[in-house]
């Protein structure tokens, strides 16, 4: 095994000799491929001191310098695009060419929308008889997932940066080493020591102090709705500020005058890029019973464009899992899919010829209410197609769901789509496949979490709003 990687913490990195290490697995074929330093209750009282002891002056300085710093930043992940790519490619199965362009191209635009929001956010407005004044929230907990884990670094920890925030990152244990190489950046381009430190390990050991700490103001979290759950449990002991973006599962109407080529390339893209593992996936589809039977034999053969392979090979399209474990609960949504009589059409849970942690792209059909593929969220490459009569009843069983972070409307009459997607109680909703816009705000309604991420709603997630009464008149002398 290769030296274990330690801690990011004011500016250094800790020593990891004499440390228990966390070692990260290539889910492709099982190698180990590095570690990080498991940090501790210690760790995360280090890491918060620092980012307190920072927070002061990163706060008072002026806008202009935090956002040469976030562009200093975005120009690093640019420098390292391939580096950080295989690194992405080994430690969590994204094929090279998704993990260049997605993995690391969005995260680099991530920071690009960021940075706009932040140049035009007015810090300072009169308001009634009051100077209203936007400050930054204080030392922001960023606990962040395996799936797109550098994407949601870069939402949080630049947004947090751009606000006047100091911020902890607590990257997923599962692939940790993309947020190794952004902390070599941030030595790199000169961060101020505390403004991010980065502490490695699961999350007894530094997620849960990392959210009971009362010196974090701020926590925000993507992942499953459970975890969520308890997060914002722990972190009501103390009335923290708390942003989450948890589970989803997320439909797709099919209109009657839908192309069914295009809808179904665009609702199996969605389904199975990144091996299903996308919070916003499509992963129900409601289809006119009349053109149900042309759509089931359409998404087949599209389906066997999607066949797993070595992450590592350029044209693949699909490659394992992130980990055995996240393998093993699929084929168990899977194998429940089918006691409950859903009909599968591909895939399905017997083994493929591969070591490593692999699932087959799974279509199921005739999918109910009353079956859990229906309901709940697999995090994998599976899709549920259930027919309809009447556009009314489609509506209603894409809103039949405790989440509601996505959805797509496919309509050659894009007027007609926008009428349906605005009745869908979702936080995002794609026309004929449009898809992801970091410009935009994302997070979701209902189970799926508080709060949105990216663009100018997802810098403002990290301040506070002061009503100075009876200083309306001093604006123009105060700006």
């Known amino acids: ?22 070692a990260v697995t290539n889910p492709a074929d099982g190698s180990i491929v590095g570690a990080v330093v498991a940090g501790d209750a210690n760790d995360v009282e280090s890491a918060v001191a620092s980012a307190r002891a920072a927070f002061g002056a990163w706060a008072q300085r002026p806008m202009d310098e935090r956002i040469a710093y976030v562009e200093a930043l975005a120009e690093g992940l640019e420098r390292h695009r391939d580096r950080l790519a295989q690194t992405l490619t080994a430690e969590m199965g994204a094929p090279i060419a998704f993990a260049r362009a997605a993995q690391v191209g969005v995260a680099i635009g991530d920071l690009a929308h960021l940075v706009a929001a932040a140049r035009a956010h007015v810090a300072r407005e009169a308001v009634s008889n009051s100077l209203v004044v936007s400050e930054p929230v204080g030392v922001v907990a960023a606990i962040t997932p395996w799936n797109f884990p550098l994407h949601q670094i870069m939402l949080k920890m630049g947004a947090a940066m751009l606000a006047g925030c100091t911020t902890v990152l607590k990257p997923s244990e599962v692939a940790p080493l993309n947020a190794a190489i952004v902390g070599e950046i941030l030595d790199e381009i000169g961060l101020p020591a505390g403004v991010v430190s980065i502490v490695f390990g699961d999350g007894q050991g530094v997620g849960s102090p990392l959210v009971e700490h009362p010196d974090v103001d701020m926590v925000t979290f993507t992942g499953s709705r459970a975890v969520g759950e308890h997060i914002a449990r722990a972190a009501a002991a103390t009335i923290k500020k708390v942003a989450l973006e948890l589970g989803g599962k997320s439909a797709a109407i099919i209109l009657d005058d839908a192309p069914v080529a295009e809808s179904v390339e665009g609702v199996l893209r969605s389904c199975f890029a990144n091996a299903g593992q996308t919070c916003a996936a499509l992963t129900r589809v409601l289809v006119p019973e009349s053109m149900r039977a042309a759509w089931e034999q359409a998404a087949v053969a599209e389906a066997a464009r999607w066949q797993p392979g070595d992450p590592a090979a350029s044209g693949t399209a699909m490659g394992p899992l992130a980990s055995s474990l996240q393998r093993d609960r699929v084929l168990a949504h899977l194998r429940a899919a089918e006691e409950d009589g859903a009909r599968l059409l591909v895939g399905g849970p017997d083994p493929l010829d591969l070591s490593g942690a692999y699932v087959r792209p799974t279509i199921y059909s005739d999918v109910t209410p009353d079956m859990r593929i229906f309901h709940e969220e697999v995090f994998g490459p599976v899709l549920a197609i259930t027919g309809y009569d009447v556009l009314e009843d489609a509506v209603t069983l894409a809103n039949d769901s405790i ?4 959805g797509g409307v496919w309509s050659a009459d894009r007027r007609r789509a926008l009428d349906v997607a605005l009745r869908l109680r979702t936080g995002t909703v794609g026309i004929n496949g449009a898809g992801l816009d970091v410009g935009a705000p994302f997070g979701g309604y209902k189970q799926s979490g508080l709060g949105r991420e990216a663009g100018s709603r997802g810098f403002e997630e990290f301040l506070e709003v002061k009503a100075v009464m009876g200083a309306a008149e001093l604006l123009d002398r105060q700006a």
Not at 1 to 22: E, K, N, Y
Not at 403 to 406: E, P, R, T
Request: hydrophobic share 40%.
């Open 1 to 22: 095994m290769t030296a274990a990687i330690g801690h990011f913490i004011d500016g250094r990195w800790t020593d990891p000799a004499g440390r228990d290490v966390i």
């Open 403 to 406: 989440y509601g972070l996505s």
